[in-house]
């Protein structure tokens, strides 16, 4: 078995510092981080998550399975995020009201921070006028926001109508991503951009502030 088949299968086992420790193998064959993002990391949760719908794992099961992950990605961070690089600019990001998915918005925020941005993480459950407050005080270029669940995703548009109401949607570009988020969803609520992964996501950013 290859070390990433490993990663994916103990990731689904919660296997949280032997993931790291393969992570770290597989950083030393000189497989890329993308590589072990991909075809490790993510496929393991992804697979999880076909057994979670299928009512075969739990919840808890799936907690752990995050732990494991997100200990792997501290591992590549390191690998993907150039140190000492002046910002390129800053990204107020968090995950909407309702919603405690984490797992891809601190994929985006690791991809943001490898392209050069400065984020501020507002966590996950986070109110519109908690957004509203962080864009007056942290005066960012983008707020990038995540939801994960069809009941959540509406709270993207809140974000979006309270910026309006406060009166600074123009001074701010808004990105919005998540698994039930589309380009259409997007325009509909007045995004600026919409993006599939974390990666992209890091891209339009970029063009964004171009
Ligand atoms: Co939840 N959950 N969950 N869950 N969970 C899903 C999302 C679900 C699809 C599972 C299923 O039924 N198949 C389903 C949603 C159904 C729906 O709404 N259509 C679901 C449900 C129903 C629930 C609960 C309601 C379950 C319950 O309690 N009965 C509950 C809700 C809690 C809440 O939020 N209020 C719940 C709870 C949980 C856990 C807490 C157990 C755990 C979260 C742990 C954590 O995040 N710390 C969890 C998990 C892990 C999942 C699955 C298994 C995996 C999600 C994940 O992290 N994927 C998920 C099933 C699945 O997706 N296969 C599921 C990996 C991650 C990298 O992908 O977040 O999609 P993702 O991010 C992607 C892209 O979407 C994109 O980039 C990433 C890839 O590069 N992206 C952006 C994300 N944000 C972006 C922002 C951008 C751009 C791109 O720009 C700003």
Same mark, same amino acid.
């Given at each position: 078995?290859?070390v990433?088949s490993?990663?994916?299968?103990?990731v &689904?086992?919660g296997?949280?510092q032997?993931v790291?420790d393969l992570v770290? &193998?597989?950083?030393?064959?000189?497989?890329?981080? &993308?590589q072990i $993002?991909?075809?490790?990391?993510l496929?393991?949760m992804?697979e999880l998550g076909?057994?979670?719908?299928?009512n075969e794992v739990?919840?808890?099961?799936?907690l752990?399975?995050a732990?494991?992950l997100n200990?792997?990605?501290?591992?590549l961070?390191a690998? $993907?995020?150039?140190?000492?690089?002046k910002?390129i600019?800053?990204?107020?990001?968090?995950?909407?009201a309702g919603d405690?998915h984490?797992i891809?918005?601190n994929?985006?925020?690791?991809?943001l921070?490898g392209?050069g941005f400065?984020?501020?993480?507002?966590?996950?459950?986070?109110?519109?006028d908690?957004?509203?407050?962080a864009?007056?005080?942290y005066?960012?270029?983008?707020?990038?926001?995540?939801?994960l669940?069809t009941?959540t995703?509406?709270?993207q548009?809140d974000a979006i109508?309270?910026?309006v109401?406060?009166g600074?949607?123009?001074k701010?570009k808004?990105m919005?991503?998540?698994?039930p988020?589309?380009?259409a969803?997007?325009?509909?609520i007045?995004?600026?951009?919409?993006?599939?992964?974390a990666?992209?996501a890091?891209e339009a950013?970029?063009?964004?502030?171009?």
């Amino acid at each position: 078995m290859s070390v990433l088949s490993d990663i994916a299968e103990l990731v &689904q086992k919660g296997k949280a510092q032997e993931v790291a420790d393969l992570v770290n &193998q597989a950083l030393a064959e000189n497989i890329s981080a &993308q590589q072990i $993002l991909d075809e490790g990391l993510l496929k393991g949760m992804g697979e999880l998550g076909v057994r979670f719908k299928n009512n075969e794992v739990f919840v808890p099961e799936v907690l752990i399975a995050a732990r494991a992950l997100n200990k792997g990605t501290e591992v590549l961070k390191a690998k $993907l995020v150039e140190e000492d690089v002046k910002p390129i600019g800053r990204v107020v990001l968090g995950t909407v009201a309702g919603d405690l998915h984490d797992i891809g918005k601190n994929l985006v925020k690791l991809m943001l921070e490898g392209a050069g941005f400065e984020v501020i993480d507002l966590g996950t459950d986070v109110p519109a006028d908690k957004i509203v407050a962080a864009v007056g005080e942290y005066n960012p270029d983008i707020v990038a926001l995540s939801a994960l669940l069809t009941t959540t995703m509406a709270a993207q548009g809140d974000a979006i109508k309270a910026l309006v109401d406060a009166g600074v949607r123009d001074k701010v570009k808004v990105m919005v991503g998540g698994a039930p988020i589309t380009d259409a969803f997007a325009k509909e609520i007045g995004a600026d951009a919409y993006t599939e992964d974390a990666s992209a996501a890091a891209e339009a950013a970029k063009a964004l502030i171009a």
